[in-house]
């Protein structure tokens, strides 16, 4: 990979993960679009896994004392449970599946009955979610945006649920990283350099955002970031639709 492009990547790392530093999510759905687009899967998904693991690894530990640990047990059940499903089918959707995935995902938990609220701290709503999400996390590289609307949907400040989507999210890439690099595509290049930019890239965006951060309220924080992943979700959902139609695509 040229100096040049590397540099672009890094820059947007940057910016994504100072995103995600404010809101908790958004960064990542952005990110692995892009990366989906220059990339083979399985080498976007290892980049994009070692990128989001230092960006919540560093903003957990930026926020360790608002983690919720309850949830994160509870959600890490579920992902446990989905790692055993994908290891056994070993799908991976072509990038248009991909990318229609990751637009319709952050709509899923908002068709949910208003009787049914989300409840980060319920074993079996927990347990589902992280299964849920750590299956979308194996077939389009993110599952943030059905995890933020579960998170959003309880009773958490924006520092609770940054810090504890947080945590879940270092989990889940991890898990990522051993089934796209290790199960799927054992030799799944990533340039050296290029992971060193990213992992510092993560560091940087996330601690800026976090001044901001303290700054917002919570009502603030939750309208902003239902707008912002509404928006990615309505663009990813027409730009998969246009490379599925796609005569190149076909060709």
Not at 95 to 101: E, G, S, T, Y
Not at 125 to 143: A, E, K, R
Not at 180 to 193: C, E, H, Y
Request: charged share 10%.
């Amino acid at each position: 990979m040229s100096p040049f492009l590397i540099a672009a990547l890094g820059l947007l790392m940057v910016a994504t993960a100072f995103l995600s530093g404010l809101f908790g999510m958004a960064g990542g759905l952005i990110l692995i679009g892009v990366l989906l687009t220059i990339m083979p899967l399985p080498s976007a998904m290892v980049l994009h896994a070692i990128t989001q693991m230092a960006s919540n690894g560093w903003r957990a530990f930026l926020w360790r004392a608002h983690i919720r640990w309850r949830p994160v047990c509870i959600y890490l059940i579920g992902c446990a449970l989905a790692l055993g499903a994908w290891s056994i089918t070993r799908y991976v959707p072509d990038k248009p599946i991909a990318l229609l995935l990751l637009g319709i995902t952050p709509f899923m938990a908002r068709l949910t009955p208003k009787n049914l609220k989300p409840n980060p701290d319920s074993i079996a709503q927990g347990s589902f979610y992280g299964f849920i999400c750590m299956g979308l996390m194996l077939m389009t590289g993110v599952s943030g945006p059905l995890m933020d609307t579960f998170f959003l949907g309880g009773n958490f400040g924006r520092r609770e649920v940054v810090a504890t989507k947080a945590t879940c999210q270092v989990a889940s890439h991890f898990v990522k990283l051993i089934y796209f690099g290790g199960i799927i595509d054992q030799a799944a290049s990533l340039d050296p350099v290029l992971a060193v930019v990213a992992v510092a890239a993560s560091m940087l965006g996330t601690t800026l955002a976090r001044r901001i951060l303290e700054a917002m309220s919570d009502n603030q924080f939750r309208t902003w970031a239902n707008r912002i992943i509404t928006t990615i979700a309505c663009y990813y959902i027409g730009y998969g639709s246009w490379l599925l139609l796609s005569p190149r695509f076909f060709a």
